[in-house]
């Protein structure tokens, strides 16, 4: 007999399939363009062309993703190596927490997500480059070395050698890293982005679940409660993303299915989560000094609910503008 138990179970299948299936076409393609783009363009070129000034080198770092697009879970060993090599606190910084969002697939995904409404959309971006902005300016006085926290364990392979994310340069571990050398570029492409996309497509798994099990289970009062109440949305959504770490490549979709939040709330979880999740807080107490870990936890945080809220003033509550 087809209980009302049953049907939520199959309304809770089907919408968690939905943002799976919507969200997955941009997952790859940012797999693949991060691959592309990590074989291709290495950190020391990048650095070549950072500029000297403090805002000059902050400008660039806030929009180094357009030409070095990655993941949250992989942009913080290409900082460590950024400065290692020399390139100034200010851009580093500022492109692990913008690079992350400000790049072509993010921007597409999240278009494509609220369906092309500019207001999220533009939220997103400004609440992200004010965000990445504003903490780099605090980080940007301490020299490059010094914000490092020693040669530490890169976050990878765990062989304690700093190489990259994607393991494709060589360390003499014996962890295979030695072996992408070997392959010709369109197999180390493959293998990279093929790495990359098994590796998060779990966290939106996760994400279009718990994103169906809360539209499907949570009684309409608890949202209805929520979402009428911008303080408690915006707090609300912005832990989640913490809690659900999903890729800022699709993490627009699940943000748009909680359609009955404010939308500054909405913007909010697609701006903290490519910025502190529970994926990125252990690399940073790892990779960083903890002065400079405990800035990159806190002020984020801080800013984007600010904003947030700010922002909220200016519409009616309760879903899309």
Known sequence: MFTAVSF???????????IVLEAMPFLLAGSILGA??????????????????????????????????????????VVRRL????????????YLLAGP?????????TWFAFKGDPTLLAARLGMTLVTAGCTAAVLAGIPSVVALRGTGQAAGCGCGHDHDHNHNGGCGCGCDVND????????????????????????????????????????GSVVQSLSDNLPLAVLGMMGLAVLLSICSEADA??????S???????????????????????????SFHPRVATVLTILPFLLVAVMALALGQFVPLGGQP
């Open 180 to 219: 992408a050398e070997s392959l010709p570029m369109w197999a180390r492409i493959a293998r990279t982005a093929s790495r990359e996309f098994i590796a998060m497509s779990q966290f939106l798994v996760l994400g279009a679940l718990a994103a169906a099990a809360f539209r499907s289970f949570v009684p």
């Open 83 to 94: 400065l290692a090599r020399g390139v100034p606190s200010g851009a580093a910084f500022a």
């Open 253 to 258: 979709f699940v943000a748009a299915s909680f």
């Open 36 to 77: 592309c783009v990590d074989v291709w363009l290495t950190p020391e070129r990048v650095a070549k062309y950072v500029p000297s000034s403090r805002a000059g080198s902050i400008c660039a770092g806030l929009f180094a993703g357009v030409l070095l697009p990655t993941c949250e879970c992989g942009v913080v060993p």
């Open 260 to 286: 009955a939040f404010p939308w500054p709330a909405l913007a909010a979880f697609t701006v903290i989560g490519p910025m502190l999740d529970l994926k990125l807080l252990p690399m940073f107490w790892a």
């Open 8 to 18: 939520d179970i199959v309304l809770f299948c089907a919408q968690a399939a939905a």
């Open 101 to 109: 969002v400000v790049n072509p697939v993010v921007i597409a995904s």
